[in-house]
């Protein structure tokens, strides 16, 4: 497929955005294991530790006597060449430079070691020592995991503003929940990020139109069962299918929409075939979720090399929200290039997707899968974030129709990163 010369030149603006992010990831990915331990130190020594925030000095002077070691990171981009490269390689170099070159990084590209559907297995067995993994993939094996995704539906959908609530919130009440950290615990794996909100969700179209009527009869593709019964609900034919087949299936006209995220549907092309976006202003559609693991082998690492990975979170955070508010961004304007139109759903039909999702968490409420009081701690996270963040001087200066305009791409999110640190991650910081 040959890329028109403003679609690659707005893939070059996108792939430092996803880099800073994806790098993170992996930091964040490498201190999952000592995380999961309990804040224990896992089973590796205690030599080289030092205290939270110290010094580089201070942290060479501690790392100075253990042998150099390698971790092997499967990230979630397909080749060293993605857009989305940078998920591997920033956060190795990041790990790398804090470790004074002790810690090595093995970056694997392309699921190669491990797919999706084992890539677990293989963080537990020490096949992968860290990776980006998508639960959402398993609802049966994560079904604590996945109900909190879906109980994220319903809170601020702004690509700016939302996107930082609700990744707080995310990573704030998953810690809170026993029942989510226990499932990766159960596998002999450690989480740090146990759910990654990732990116909002949009409707996505190769015509235009985001009327309810419009949707009567369309096929879309869905990444969870939850968005599944939505579209349901509305009328629509819901279609799951692996996100590699989406772009020849929205050519092929074998579906009509895809509920989807802007920053891996700008990066696959999708605006070339379905350039008409739908977003939400008063709710939004549940999340799929993700999750930063730390396999069996982080537990085995010096205490020191388990806290320089954990460490990280800060710039994690900053480069998971460039990847994904500088990736909104970029994909408005890559869709406005295309002909798209930009459309806010109208208000009375995003009474009926929040009326969906309301019942939606009473259904899990009931179900007590992650707790009888999920909702009740998503509500209160979010009250508190959307708090916090404000304080902190961000705020939303336009619509999601012109946020390719009003956006700032040298925005620093490391402070909303630092707040989490402190508040939710330190805690858990292996000691």
């Known amino acids: 497929m040959v890329l028109s010369a403003a679609r690659t030149a707005r893939l070059r603006r996108l792939a430092p955005a996803v880099a800073g ?27 080289g530790a030092y205290e939270a925030g110290a010094s580089q000095e201070d942290v060479d002077a501690a790392l100075a006597d253990l042998e150099p070691v390698e971790i092997i990171y499967q990230p979630s981009a397909a080749s060293q060449e993605s857009v989305q490269s940078p998920s591997g ?25 491990a797919g999706y559907s084992e890539i677990h297995d293989a963080l537990g067995d020490g ?29 601020d959908p702004s690509p700016f503003m939302g996107e930082m609530i609700t990744n707080a919130v995310a990573t704030d009440v998953a810690w809170q ?11 002999g794996i450690s989480p740090i990020a146990p759910t990654v909100a990732s990116g909002g969700y949009y409707t996505m179209c190769n015509t235009p139109g985001v009327e309810e009527s419009d949707f009567d009869g369309r096929q879309v593709r869905i990444a969870s069962k939850t968005q599944g019964e939505l579209m349901s609900s509305i009328g629509a034919s819901p279609v799951s299918m692996e996100y590699t087949e989406t772009f020849e299936a929205l050519q092929r006209n074998t579906v009509d929409c895809t509920l989807g995220q802007l920053v891996p549907s700008a990066e696959s092309g999708i605006f070339e075939v379905a350039p008409h976006i739908g977003y939400m202003t008063e709710t939004s559609i549940s999340r799929s979720p993700g999750a930063l693991i ?42 406005k290039e295309a002909d798209g139109e930009i459309e806010q759903i109208p208000e009375e039909f995003q009474q009926e997707i929040a009326q969906f999702s309301e019942d939606k968490r009473a259904e899990l409420a009931e179900s007590g899968v992650a707790g009888d009081e999920l909702q009740a701690r998503v509500e209160e996270s979010a009250e508190k974030w959307a708090t916090r963040i404000e304080e902190m001087g961000y705020s939303d200066e336009g619509t999601t129709e012109d946020f390719d305009e009003w956006f700032d791409e040298d925005t620093d999110f490391r402070p909303v990163g630092q707040a989490i640190f402190d508040e939710v991650i330190l805690p858990h910081r292996p000691s």
């Open 89 to 113: 390689t920033v956060l190795a170099e990041a790990i790398e430079e804090r470790s004074g070159g002790k810690i090595t990084v093995d970056t694997v590209w392309g699921q190669a070691i």
């Open 177 to 187: 929940t026993p029942e989510i950290v226990a499932e990766y615990e159960e596998l």
């Open 127 to 155: 096949r992968i020592d860290l990776a980006y993994t998508l639960p959402v993939y398993d609802p049966a094996q994560f079904p604590a995991v996945n109900a909190l995704g879906d109980a994220l539906g319903g809170l």
């Open 294 to 335: 730390a396999g069996s082998g982080v537990d085995d690492l010096p205490l020191g090399y388990q806290q320089v990975i954990f460490d990280a979170y800060t710039d994690y955070f900053h480069g998971q929200m460039m990847t994904t508010i500088n990736g909104n961004s970029v994909a408005i304007g890559m869709a």
């Open 21 to 47: 992010a994806s790098a993170l990831a992996f930091a964040l990915t490498a201190c999952a294991g000592s995380a999961g331990s309990g804040g224990g130190g896992g089973g590796g020594d205690a030599a």
